[in-house]
């Protein structure tokens, strides 16, 4: 499908894993020991290769680099700034790749991993890992202490673009912002505030934006979705001091800087006012904040649009996402806005047309990651061309979304019927908490610390053969 160029399409970020789920085998065979550093690198090149190249033969015209990951990119961030702690025995250069995954799963310590330095008598443990804002994404939390030093220890950001260049695919690399970056990590000292390292670290990231933009980058992606939560007066001022900064440092290389999870709130002003070229906004989580965005921006400002929800497995109506939409930026010059999805697509499955024993019905309503980048493109196309252009996929959009809106397999009579029965006396305790913890205690005979597990159970190998074993139908339940 072609695209007019006056309203391109951007992804954000795409799923790092493979159709085929490659890039999880290529880990596991070298952490095991089956392969190579060279045979995992290589396999993550083929991955990013076919990637940029689908991404190109759908209509994509702002494709990302350096949104790929063998584990984290908080963690490449944290390796690309030099965020080493002193366990994991690092003293200086580029980080090497035990290194890096020693900071992700720990190091069992029986021979040297590899890291520069002898094997780890005792071990060390990993990062501490939790979840990247509201999403079931975990991410690697840095650690940073009050005398913390930074120096560019990773070319990843400029690696992956150089390598896209040689494909002939020009592509926008993403970094995750200073202030983000900051705000996710962890003191290793009681009390500091990892935020006063900021002009400490303002000047790795100047250095990564001067070396993109040598290597033939004319614009980057900065994401800071820290603005879409409550902020001080001093958070604020970092972003106008962080951002007035790399602007100075690297002025020709245009700067979108994307938001998600959510509205910008009080923080769109200070959004608005930054030295950057173009700004992301999550109209998904945040459909309301459009009409006062597109009013206030000022005219030169690019504005990305989050129309497509990159958290979800749902297709989109997109005849209503335009009828939304075209109100709202009337005026706005075509050529300052980019289609983009609410958020990178990280957080959904690749491609649909991978499912073949899915339900024909469940299966119109679902869009994964391709199916998305497709949506971008008809909406695109919508606003470039008008709506005609693309009427029948916008009437089929629609039909599939009223469908699922009116099927038994989404609405249950019975527990409608169920949920219209509550009553407010329903809502309310009979008891409170004293007299309902002793008769808890009476009845359930817990023990003083009850535990539950989180996730699952380690996978040894006898259970595996027992799942094997079931699975053949030689065990039984």
């Known amino acids: 499908m072609s695209i007019s160029r006056k309203v391109p399409v951007a992804t954000l970020g795409v799923p790092r894993i493979g159709r085929r789920r490659e890039l999880k085998f290529a880990l596991e065979s070298y952490w095991s020991g089956k392969s190579s550093a060279d045979d995992l690198l290589a396999a993550a090149r083929a991955l990013r290769a076919a990637s940029w190249a689908e991404q ?31 366990r994991y025995g690092w003293s200086g250069g580029e980080v090497p790749l035990d290194t890096y995954f020693a900071m992700a799963r720990g190091s069992q310590g029986e021979t040297a991993c590899g890291c520069g330095h002898a094997g780890h008598a005792h071990g060390v443990t990993a990062l501490e890992m939790t979840k990247w804002f509201d999403t079931n994404y975990h991410y690697m939390v840095p650690e940073l202490a009050a005398d913390q030093a930074f120096a560019l220890s990773s070319a990843k950001p400029v690696d992956h673009f150089l390598e896209a260049k040689a494909l002939g695919i020009h592509t926008r690399p993403v970094l995750l912002g200073p202030i983000t970056f900051l705000k996710l990590a962890k003191s290793a000292d009681e009390g500091f505030d990892p935020l006063a390292l900021l ?37 604020r001022d ?15 290389l245009r700067i979108m800087l994307a938001t998600y999870f959510g509205a910008l709130g009080d923080n769109l002003e200070t959004a608005l006012s930054l030295p950057v070229a173009g700004l992301h906004v999550d109209l998904v989580r945040a459909p309301e904040q ?11 400002m690019v504005l990305s649009l989050g129309l497509i929800d990159g958290r979800n ?71 470039a061309e008008g709506p005609g252009a693309v009427a029948a996929r916008l009437k089929a959009s629609s039909a599939a979304a009223a469908a699922r809106a009116a099927s038994p397999k989404v609405h249950d009579p019975l527990v409608e ?61």
């Open 199 to 235: 002009p400490k670290l303002l000047p790795v990231y100047g250095e990564v934006l001067a070396r993109l933009a040598q290597a033939g980058a004319d614009r980057v992606q900065i994401d800071e979705p820290a603005l879409v939560l409550d902020l001080t007066p001093n958070e």
């Open 313 to 383: 497995v749902w297709r989109a109506d997109l005849a209503a996402i335009l009828d939304r939409l075209r109100p709202a930026i009337a005026g706005w010059p075509l050529e300052r806005i980019e289609i983009a999805p609410s958020c990178a697509l990280l957080h959904v499955p690749i491609d649909l047309d991978l499912e073949d024993t899915l339900d024909a019905d469940v299966r119109s309503w679902l869009a994964f990651a391709a199916q998305k980048t497709d949506e971008l493109v008809v909406l695109a196309r919508a606003l």
């Open 238 to 252: 970092a972003f106008r001091v962080a951002y007035g900064k790399l602007a100075r440092a690297v002025p020709g």
């Open 290 to 300: 459009l009409g006062p965005v597109a009013l206030r921006a000022p005219k030169e």
């Open 417 to 477: 019927g169920r949920a219209g029965a509550v009553t407010a006396a329903m809502k309310t305790r009979g008891s409170g908490f004293a007299q309902r913890a002793a008769l808890q205690r009476q009845r359930l005979g817990l023990p003083a610390f009850p535990t539950t597990t989180i996730g699952s159970f380690p996978q040894t190998a006898d259970v595996r053969k027992a799942r094997a074993a079931h699975a053949q139908g030689r065990m039984s339940y």
């Open 56 to 86: 190109r033969d759908r209509g994509v015209a702002i494709i990302p680099s350096n949104d790929f990951s063998l584990y984290d990119h908080v963690l490449d961030t944290a390796v690309m700034v030099g965020a080493v702690p002193a």
